[in-house]
């Protein structure tokens, strides 16, 4: 058979038509097809690393740390308590607690009975007591659960009282009807016996009490012939000690929580911290990121950057043939079948392939072995091959692409969800403007300079005007009239004709009214100034003052004469 | 082929969906290669294809995973559609029972997509007029009803095949800008991947060239 393969393609072409009642038009998509074509050398170097003798396909499906079902769920511990917090936040804790202490109740009982199975031994003379069964006894041999612990917090309710006495209702009926089965069934059993199974009988109770009775504080609404079938089998310490009674309870919660619960778990905030804890546990494996759908898209996405998107590629295809053949079982249409492998071989391994990925010959002729060999097609026929690509993978992609910006993007995204949602802006009032502060500023401003004002003006006035001191004296007497007399000149300091001079001063005095308004217009034009050029400003002021003086002491001359 | 990993902004996921023999392979060859397979084997589970498109001036890569439309494979394939940020229904105007078939494929892609993707409805093979079997304006009513975009186009021609994948790719990124798409979830197709200059292989050989929209 092999060296019928090492013949010319037009013979491949032949045995694929004989395969298959269907014509196959290989050569046509092979002329008409311009693929990527990405050859992966280290594949050749995988031949002899011992992966021939792996030839069981493993049936179950593996499975990824970041997908989970419930069941996978209920046994990680980590997953769990994710899981319990979610049932919280939704009100619904009962059911995952009733579950949970049914099972623990179970693996009790299961560890119990293993350990006293070669403890068993008859006392025949020992008689049945009706009071044993209700007396509380305190058996230092067992642990009790912290659950139970909290339970028996709870019977001090008077509801649960209630409860406890209709029980017991129950209890004493079914025993004064079956006196003579307890005769022979207590001849049977051991004194340890008996005080494990009173253990067993009251936490059975308590787990009632508190999930399945009608005023239970718990209470997870099972059916009515579910509780009745529950109260005579806890009644019944035989039934007790099969561990079964809850069995009904059990599933009927797992159903209302894989239903109604699970899948808005998956895509809640607590599973989102249970795939980061997953992440950044430093033990990332292959298997987490082919088996999740969002963490494939990433990793396909860094292949596609190191330009090796043949080897996921094929990796996703053959293990989706795979696992349909498989799925389909019984209704397996062997050509069907095997028409699909012929597309992915032609594709990946044929010598005419739009895709090679560079396999060796070795690997090539198994394949054509499985999918065309006398027996048919192999379900597993790309078993090797993916067992190769998965190791090229895992030694020369995985810690790469764990270290990257995308696995890094990944990981942020998934922390960024979880904080989005509990985060709450808080807007800061702004601080108030400083406008009032500048407001004090431009005051105290104003001041300084009015006092500089006032001073400077005084000391020019007593200088120049020695013939005017009773003006000046005035003036220094009455604070009052200086303001005064400055704001007028202020307020008349646009107009300068001689009607406006001879109006806001008096009449005696016309040449200083000219004088005074020069000068309280020098001064105003320099409060827009920096103190550099207010020096400047007054030393010029001082000029034009001297200038003024002497001009007006020359006209005052000619009128004396 | 496609151009440089790192000079792009946003990263896209699409799912390609639809009956077998519709020409869903075919579409996705003509958009990343310009050309029409005429024999094209079928898709065996899931196929994949990369093109960086512009969008609003920004660099979009489009990751765009083929799905086989067999039904023996659709148990396979639905692992796919989750964190699909746009899905292009794809069904064959020459056969009725591809159009029929849409319910089921929109309430599968309803059921395991985001609220928030992009449906793009496309009857194939609108090149061969003389056998058509489904109207224009029936599609458009189907597409209006449900809320889908919808379009006429042609693998063979190339016809309407660059405007559905576009138009697909405007709308959501429409909806980052709305905010209504969360680019913080990690499950909504989209990856915010600013560029990083002075890394390998900046050259950006991203075809520009568009065809001509003879619709």
Request: hydrophobic share 35%.
């Amino acid at each position: 058979m092999l060296q019928f393969w090492k013949k010319s393609g037009h013979n491949d072409k032949n045995c694929y038509q004989s395969a298959s009642s269907k014509a196959l038009k290989v050569g046509n998509c092979s002329n008409s097809s311009s693929f990527d074509s990405v050859k992966s050398c280290p594949l050749q170097s995988f031949d002899d690393e011992g992966l021939f003798d792996i030839d069981e396909f493993e049936s179950t499906k593996e499975r990824s740390k970041l997908s989970k079902t419930l069941q996978e769920v209920l046994s990680d511990k980590a997953a769990l308590g994710y899981f319990v917090q979610y049932m919280e936040s939704r009100n619904a804790a009962r059911y995952i607690l009733c579950w949970l202490d049914i099972d623990s109740f179970k693996s009790d009982i299961f560890q119990c009975k293993e350990r006293k199975t070669p403890n068993i031994s008859p006392m025949p003379n020992f008689k049945g007591d009706h009071d044993s069964l209700s007396v509380s006894t305190d058996c230092d041999s067992y642990d009790t659960n912290s659950l139970y612990d909290f339970s028996t917090a709870t019977i001090s309710d008077s509801r649960v009282t209630q409860s406890s006495l209709e029980v017991n209702g129950f209890c004493d009926r079914d025993l004064s009807d079956t006196s003579p089965k307890m005769k022979s069934l207590t001849e049977t059993l051991s004194v340890d016996d008996r005080k494990g199974g009173q253990i067993f009988v009251e936490n059975a109770l308590m787990i009632f009490k508190k999930y399945i009775a009608q005023e239970a504080t718990h209470n997870v609404k099972c059916s009515e012939a579910a509780r009745n079938e529950i109260i005579e089998s806890v009644c019944d310490i035989d039934k007790v000690l099969v561990g079964n009674c809850f069995n009904k309870v059990q599933n009927y919660v797992y159903e209302i929580m894989e239903k109604e619960y699970f899948d808005a778990f998956l895509g809640s905030d607590y599973f989102c911290k249970h795939q980061i804890d997953v992440l950044t546990s430093g033990n990332v494996a292959l298997d987490d990121l082919l088996y999740n759908e969002t963490a494939l898209f990433y990793f396909m996405e860094f292949l596609e950057q190191e330009n090796s998107r043949s080897l996921l590629e094929f990796w996703i295809a053959a293990t989706n043939l795979q696992q349909q053949l498989h799925d389909q079982k019984e209704f397996f249409d062997p050509i069907e079948a095997q028409n699909d492998a012929v597309v992915l071989y032609d594709k990946y391994f044929s010598l005419q392939a739009h895709c090679p990925l560079g396999f060796s010959d070795r690997i090539r002729f198994e394949v054509e072995q499985n999918i065309c060999g006398e027996n048919g097609l192999v379900l597993d026929c790309f078993n090797l091959p993916l067992k190769i690509v998965e190791q090229v993978l895992e030694r020369n992609y995985l810690k790469t692409f764990l270290a990257s910006q995308l696995f890094y993007k990944y990981l942020s995204e998934l922390i960024n969800t979880v904080q989005s949602n509990g985060y709450s802006m808080n807007i800061e009032n702004n601080k108030p403007s400083p406008s009032d502060c500048s407001s004090e500023r431009s005051f105290s401003t104003n001041s300084t300079f009015l006092a500089l004002e006032i001073n400077h003006n005084s000391a020019k006035k007593s200088r120049d005007k020695c013939t005017d001191m009773s003006i000046d004296t005035k003036q220094l007497c009455d604070p009052d009239s200086l303001w005064k007399r400055k704001r007028n000149h202020r307020l008349s300091c646009g107009r300068v004709t001689a009607l406006g001079k001879f109006e806001t001063d008096l009449e005696p005095e016309p040449d200083k009214n000219g004088f005074k308004l020069k000068n309280v217009v020098k001064k105003f034009v320099s409060l827009d100034e920096d103190k550099k050029r207010e020096e400047m400003a007054w030393q010029v002021a001082e000029m034009i003052v001297k200038d003024i003086t002497s001009v007006t002491l020359n006209q005052e001359k000619p009128r004396n004469s | 082929m496609s151009a440089g990993p790192y000079n792009y902004s946003y990263i896209f996921k699409y799912i390609i969906i639809g009956d077998m023999g519709v020409g869903k392979s075919c579409l996705l060859h003509q958009f990343t290669e310009k050309k029409f397979m005429a024999d094209c084997p079928h898709t065996i589970g899931v196929e994949f294809g990369t093109r960086i498109i512009e969008v609003s001036g920004q660099k979009i890569k489009l990751q765009i995973w083929d799905t086989a439309g067999q039904e023996r494979f659709r148990a396979v394939t639905r692992s796919y559609y989750r964190g699909a940020a746009g899905a292009l229904m794809v069904y064959d105007i020459t056969r009725r029972s591809t159009y029929n078939h849409l319910s089921s494929w929109l309430t599968d892609t309803r059921n395991l997509t985001n609220p928030s993707t992009v449906i793009f409805l496309i009857g194939n093979k609108c090149d061969l007029e003389g056998q058509r079997d489904v109207t224009y304006e029936e599609a458009s009513k189907f597409a209006e009803e449900n809320g889908l975009m919808f379009v006429e186009a042609s693998a063979k021609t190339g016809d309407n095949v660059e405007e559905a994948f576009l138009e697909t790719a405007k709308k959501i990124y429409q909806s980052i800008q709305d905010g209504r798409l969360d680019l913080n979830a990690a499950e909504s197709g989209v990856q915010h991947k600013p560029s990083q200059p002075g890394r390998n292989n900046l050259t950006n050989d991203q075809q520009t060239n568009k065809d001509n929209c003879a619709c």
